[in-house]
């Protein structure tokens, strides 16, 4: 190898040349190249990046995703027909006021214009977000936006046939003031007033609206994750890649994707706008149900229109949509994308009895130290270990207290039969029959202070023995 000097512009560059001679050895040296496509072929391709405006409207969907679901249905369902029967307890009893409020008045804008429309507005919205959300997965397929529509067509028939019942048990159970009129129009018509039983209406078509948008709504969980779908499928199909596993949209015909590619990035954005509409009508209905209860209709009257509405939920959505000739429930489409479980049930169902506590959730002297980046925590197992202490019940304290005497009083039998053995057939003093009782009572009190001390007891164990 041969060494050369070169100058150029003042800068010194040394250079070197190897002879290629057959016994010499030359420098290796690999040039970087690109990575081929094929050996990029078992890869997924990356997420977009998200901007700062994205950020804030995601975590406003989901403070909105919150409002609808962070309480489980059932808990819901129990607030709803407790409060108006506790609610209903205390506005029934009030004294009235010589000034009425305002919400007392049936004549006030909220409950001229929204509340007695009410189902005019729950199905502008829940109608609208359905038809936005069915468009897209269904991936061209009338079928499915059909049985969307018909369920809520089937709500809808509902509310009319439950408030028509209503109306008609209030006509046959009511009477006029004035006796000659038999009927509530006519009785209305005439300027007096139908004294009958009055189930109020409102509240049926303000709690079975909140549990309609509740259970329509669920079309969005899991929609965000389409996007995912939609660039690992595409990956796939392009790349040819059969090894990987499938993806929900693998069953999904070239027309299908296309057309599910090309409409979601459109939707999506209408979509969040509404499932957050939905969550402020849900708060504005809610405050209008308490108003309700506390200015309008009798305590019973509220309750059995309350029963109903859940009733009516539960027949629909938890029974006949159910079955195989129903229309489906909502997110049933061409393929399986939404997530849902329950923010309450799930916990409760794996919670141990309080009684009978876990000892997965708890730490005792078997586990394995905690530890923070590779260093053991001892201090934390400790504490612990003393909040388990702090945590038992008396019944769990007196048992490991029975148990921890059981051991000790096992522990000790094993040593002192034991040391029988060592000992074998030599003797103690203890063992010695005693001749008689003649002995000075100066003698006698070291034993008995010895005995106080606890140490007298392993002092005439430890005697010399005497052999015979």
């Not at 790349?239 to 596993?245: G, K, L, V």
């Not at 949209?249 to 409409?263: M, S």
Request: proline fraction near 4%; glycine fraction near 6%.
């Amino acid at each position: 190898m041969v060494a050369s000097k070169k100058k150029e512009k003042s800068k010194i560059i040394w250079t070197s040349t190897v002879s290629q001679t057959p016994g010499s050895v030359a420098m290796k040296f690999r040039p970087p190249k690109e990575t081929p496509k094929e050996a990029t072929k078992g890869k997924l391709p990356c997420a977009e990046a998200v901007s700062v405006q994205q950020v804030i409207l995601m975590m406003f969907v989901h403070l909105c995703r919150k409002v609808i679901y962070g309480l489980d249905v059932s808990y819901r369902i129990c607030i709803y027909v407790l409060g108006v029967l506790m609610i209903s307890v205390v506005s029934d009893y009030k004294t009235s006021s010589t000034k009425p409020s305002y919400f007392a008045n049936p004549n006030n804008i909220l409950n001229r214009w929204f509340v007695k429309v009410g189902w005019f507005w729950t199905c502008l919205v829940v109608g609208s977000f359905i038809y936005l959300t069915s468009h897209t997965y269904s991936c061209g397929r009338f079928n499915i936006i059909r049985n969307n529509f018909v369920r809520l067509a089937i709500a809808t028939g509902a509310w009319f046939c439950v408030t028509s019942l209503f109306d008609m048990v209030e006509q046959k159970s009511g009477m006029c003031d004035i006796t000659k009129y038999h009927k509530k129009d006519t009785c209305l018509a005439s300027g007096n007033n139908w004294k009958g039983f009055d189930i109020s209406g409102h509240c049926f078509l303000l709690i079975f609206s909140n549990l309609v948008m509740l259970e329509e709504g669920k079309a969005y969980l899991g929609w965000e994750r389409i996007k995912d779908f939609i660039r690992n499928e595409e990956h796939r199909r392009l790349n040819d890649d059969q090894e990987r596993s499938d993806t929900p949209l693998t069953k999904l015909k070239n027309e299908e994707f296309l057309q599910l590619r090309n409409e979601f990035p459109k939707r999506t954005p209408y979509v969040r706008l509404l499932f957050c509409l939905m969550a402020l009508l849900m708060m504005f209905w809610d405050s209008m149900l308490l108003i309700t209860v506390l200015y309008f209709h009798m305590m019973i009257e509220k309750v059995v229109a309350s029963g109903a509405a859940v009733l009516t939920w539960f027949g629909l959505y938890k029974f006949i949509y159910t079955q195989s000739f129903s229309p489906g429930l909502p997110g049933e489409g061409a393929f399986k994308y939404v997530i849902w479980k329950d923010p309450v049930s799930n916990i409760n169902r794996n919670k141990p009895c309080s009684k009978h506590k876990s000892a997965e959730s708890k730490w005792s002297s078997k586990d394995e130290v905690p530890k923070f980046m590779g260093m053991p925590l001892y201090a934390l197992k400790d504490y612990k270990e003393e909040k388990i202490k702090e945590d038992l019940t008396e019944e769990e304290v007196f048992y490991l207290n029975g148990m921890g005497a059981k051991r000790n009083s096992m522990s000790m039998s094993s040593m002192s039969s034991m040391d029988r053995l060592a000992r074998g057939r030599q003797g103690s003093i203890t063992d010695m029959p005693r001749t008689g009782r003649g002995h000075s009572r100066s003698q006698s009190r070291p034993r008995i202070n010895s005995s106080r001390d606890g140490g007298g007891k392993n002092r005439l164990n430890h005697v010399n023995p005497v052999h015979l």
